[in-house]
C-alpha cells in the first residue's frame, strides 16, 4: 500500500482501528504509527473543523503515516413514526437520568465538506465506512496519492469497491458498528469465512478486523491472505485512547462476560457488552441510524457523567477479555508476530 507523506508504508502488519466517539485520538494514532503500526483518526460525529485539528495534533506527533476514517452518508429510508415511538419508549429512563431524549438531525455527518478538507490536505489513508465513495472521489483521493480503503463486510460489498487500493474486511465478531453498506438486516459472516470468500475474488491487499487480540490471531489472518490485521477494542484502554472511563473499566469488570449485536444505542447494529440498556431495549429499537442515535445521545452522556455502564453504549469485539492497560506501542509489539 503506497501513500505519500510517507512513500510506501512498510511497518508492522497492525492497523488502529478507527474509533469514533472519542477513543481514536491523535495520541493514540502518532503512537501506534510511531510503534511501526499504522495509526487511524476516526471523524464520525465530529466536525470538519474538529476532524482537521485531529489531523494537525497527530502531525506534531508523529512522522510516520496514518489515516483518517470517514462515515459515507446514511441513505436508507427512515420511518419517523418507529422512531418517534422508541423516543415515547426511552422517556422514563431519560427522566430517572434528569435529561430529555434527543431529536433526530443531520444524517450526512457533514461528509460533503469533510471530503473537501481531506482533498484539500490528506494523511497518507483515507478509510470509509457504511459504504464505498463514487469512483471520482475514490480517484481524486488516488490522484493525491493517497491510499484508499473501504470497510466491507460482504463479497458483494468487496465487489462493490473494486476502485479502492485496499479494503478492510470486517468479521461478525468486531466490536462497534458493522460496517456494512446498508442498515437491513444481514447474517454477519465471521472473519475466517469472510477473508477467504473475498480473497477468492480479488487480488486487492485486505486487512482483517474482528476479534483478533493476539499475536498468533494476527499470524493466523496473515496466513489466510491479509496483509495486515486491525485491532479497536483491544486498544481502548491503552492509556492514549479517549475513551470514557466508564466504557475502560467496563472492559475489566467481572459482571461483563458477554457481547451481542444490539441497535438499541443508534439504529444501527453493533456489537458491545450485554448491559442493561442492550438487554431492556434491543428488541424494540428501529433499524434508523443515525436518527436513533440523536435520540439516544443525551441518556448516553447522562449516565457516562452518572458513572452508570449499565446505560452506555460498551463498544467491545469477541475478545474484549484479553484487553489491558498497556500503552499502545508496547501492544503493537505484543501483537506482532515473531
Not at 38 to 62: C, E, H, N, S, V
Not at 91 to 107: I, Y
Not at 176 to 189: I, K, Q, Y
Not at 297 to 325: C, I, M, Y
Request: aromatic share 6%.
Amino acid at each position: 500500500m503506497r501513500s505519500s507523506g510517507g512513500g510506501m508504508w512498510t511497518g508492522v502488519p497492525i492497523v488502529q482501528a478507527p474509533m469514533a466517539g472519542g477513543p481514536s485520538t491523535p495520541e493514540l494514532a502518532a503512537a501506534v504509527s510511531d510503534a511501526g503500526g499504522l495509526g487511524f483518526l476516526a471523524a464520525g460525529y465530529k466536525t470538519p473543523q474538529a476532524m482537521r485539528a485531529d489531523i494537525a495534533a497527530t502531525r506534531k506527533l508523529t512522522s510516520r503515516p496514518f489515516g483518517m476514517n470517514v462515515f459515507m452518508p446514511s441513505r436508507d429510508e427512515i420511518d419517523p413514526v418507529l422512531v418517534d415511538a422508541y423516543r415515547d419508549r426511552l422517556a422514563s429512563e431519560a427522566a430517572r437520568l434528569g435529561v430529555s431524549p434527543g431529536s433526530p438531525a443531520a444524517r450526512d455527518d457533514a461528509y460533503e465538506a469533510k471530503i473537501a478538507d481531506l482533498l484539500a490536505d490528506p494523511p497518507p489513508f483515507v478509510s470509509f465506512t457504511f459504504g464505498c465513495p463514487p469512483p471520482d472521489v475514490v480517484q481524486a483521493f488516488q490522484a493525491r496519492d493517497v491510499v484508499v480503503i473501504v470497510t466491507v463486510t460482504s463479497v458483494d460489498e468487496a465487489r462493490q469497491s473494486a476502485a479502492a487500493d485496499a479494503l478492510c474486511l470486517q468479521g461478525s465478531e468486531a466490536g462497534g458498528h458493522r460496517g456494512s453498506f446498508t442498515n437491513a438486516s444481514d447474517e454477519p459472516l465471521p472473519l475466517r469465512v469472510l477473508l477467504h470468500a473475498v480473497r477468492a475474488m480479488t487480488s486487492q491487499p485486505l486487512i482483517a478486523a474482528g476479534g483478533l487480540a493476539s499475536a498468533s490471531d494476527v499470524a493466523r489472518v496473515l496466513s489466510l491472505g491479509a496483509v495486515a490485521a486491525q485491532l479497536g477494542t483491544a486498544f481502548v484502554r491503552c492509556p492514549e485512547s479517549g475513551a470514557s472511563a466508564v466504557h475502560k473499566a467496563a472492559l475489566a469488570d467481572p459482571r461483563f462476560t458477554s457481547t451481542a449485536m444490539t441497535r438499541a444505542f443508534s439504529g444501527r447494529l453493533a456489537r458491545g457488552l450485554v448491559n442493561r440498556f442492550l438487554t431492556e431495549h434491543s428488541a424494540h429499537a428501529p433499524a434508523a441510524y443515525p436518527d436513533v442515535h440523536y435520540v439516544t445521545s443525551p441518556l448516553r452522556k447522562a449516565s457516562a457523567a452518572q458513572g452508570d455502564p449499565e446505560g452506555v453504549n460498551l463498544w467491545a469485539g469477541e475478545s474484549f477479555h484479553t484487553t489491558t492497560e498497556a500503552p499502545a506501542a508496547e501492544l503493537v509489539r505484543s501483537l506482532t508476530p515473531a
